[in-house]
């Protein structure tokens, strides 16, 4: 039974909501939350359109997991019999909205250990206490790809360009600032390199095309988020921009500011409504 085990006197069940780095987001509150309350922590992981890889086949798991669930809501029909099902089990649950507003309110989650059961699905930070992502770890495999690019990345600037259909990215952080962003370090720096992460092929290739070999990236196999090749790929992306001595990232985007936090290292986000030709 899918939620049987989690149903345990004080217990705390996470299901991460949207892509990668939102879900990270949300389990590395609820592994921070259930480290410092003390109570087990149960994993439900989504394979969706977003998101279709393994928990486990991207990061070693955490000894704080107690366990992971794998789902799959592929239609409506399914998604309401899961909720009907949410709502039987669990003592308390707490979805997008209830969470959102519960931050408003300066809630403090640590008062869930009062309550049996409970579920959280979120793609919010609820809860930080220490340094964010220090429990992740990519799996080997990932890891010794990551690794692989270690002298390349040392000192080189990381650039993120979000795309996918994301219209926020879209319409304020356009390709052509970026290549203005990375004239400015040119100009500051006339040895500089860059790591580039996207999950644009057009974009890659235009960039590329204007800066040649300042460029490193990580080949992809696909771009399509619906394949756990494609998960995996940008897992790599991510650790990788995280090892830069900085990060260009898109506006409004979980991946550039999770990059960011991973090492700790500055993030400067390419935005139209604050960009000022000629900066430094």
């Not at 644009?200 to 040649?212: A, Q």
Request: charged share 20%; net charge neutral.
């Amino acid at each position: 039974m899918l939620f049987s085990a989690h149903c345990a006197r004080n217990t705390l069940t996470i299901e991460p909501m949207a892509g990668l780095c939102n879900r990270m987001r949300a389990l590395d509150s609820a592994l921070q939350l259930s480290g410092k309350i003390n109570i087990p922590l149960h994993l439900i992981w989504n394979l969706d359109r977003h998101c279709n890889c393994k928990f486990d086949d991207l990061f070693v798991v955490p000894e704080s997991i107690n366990d992971i669930k794998y789902v799959s809501k592929n239609n409506r029909l399914t998604r309401a019999l899961y909720s009907i099902k949410i709502s039987f089990y669990y003592n308390k649950y707490y979805l997008q909205n209830d969470i959102e507003s519960l931050m408003k309110l300066k809630y403090n989650f640590e008062q869930i250990k009062d309550h049996e059961s409970v579920y959280v699905s979120t793609y919010s930070i609820f809860y930080r206490k220490t340094s964010p992502f220090i429990q992740f770890k990519p799996v080997a495999a990932l890891a010794d790809i990551i690794d692989s690019y270690s002298n390349e990345i040392n000192n080189a600037i990381g650039v993120h360009i979000r795309r996918s259909g994301y219209i926020y990215s879209i319409n304020n952080s356009p390709t052509e600032l970026f290549i203005n962003y990375m004239n400015n370090e040119i100009k500051a720096d006339d040895n500089a390199m860059f790591f580039l992460a996207t999950d644009s092929l057009s974009d890659e290739n235009v960039i590329k095309d204007i800066f040649g070999d300042r460029i490193i990236t990580h080949k992809k196999t696909s771009f399509d988020r619906k394949t756990p090749q494609a998960i995996k790929d940008a897992l790599v992306d991510l650790y990788c921009l995280s090892k830069c001595s900085k990060i260009i990232g898109s506006y409004l985007s979980s991946f550039s500011e999770t990059a960011s936090e991973i090492n700790g290292i500055g993030l400067e986000t390419v935005n139209s409504a604050t960009y000022l030709p000629g900066r430094k």
